[in-house]
């Protein structure tokens, strides 16, 4: 399986981007998909899922980021509004095998897939 993650850029706060991650190799149609975030120094952060057909979000990103996948296409997309200076950070998209549960979603170790990842930078 491999997962391609595109979308990222240099944008304005306030601004919007949409990212995109395509599935090849096998359908994911079953997988817990989601988004995880980094930043320099840090580790990977959750920051949205679908598991079992269920949204989870990170509260830093509730109400203004949106995830949904298209399972048609296998790919995954996370639509990011009022995007704040502090959301800059590495995307990278993941998907986990099918037996993750939900304590553990929010796990980056939990993930077996990623994708390369895809800069997005808030900054005036």
């Known amino acids: 399986v491999q997962l391609q993650a595109s979308g990222g850029g240099l944008v304005q706060p306030g601004g919007s981007l949409k990212l995109s991650c395509a599935a090849s190799?096998?359908?994911?149609?079953?997988?817990?998909m989601g988004w995880f975030r980094q930043v320099p120094g840090k580790g990977r952060e959750f920051v949205a899922c679908i598991w079992r057909g269920n949204i989870y979000y990170a509260d830093a990103v509730k109400g203004r980021f949106a995830i949904s996948r298209n399972i048609a296409e296998s790919t995954l997309y996370l639509q990011m509004n009022s995007l704040k200076p502090e959301d800059t950070a590495v995307y990278y998209c993941a998907a986990s095998g099918l037996g993750l549960i939900l304590s553990s979603i929010r796990s980056p170790a939990q993930y077996n897939y990623w994708g390369q990842g895809t800069q997005v930078t808030v900054s005036s």
């Open positions: 190799g096998r359908t994911l149609s079953r997988e817990t």
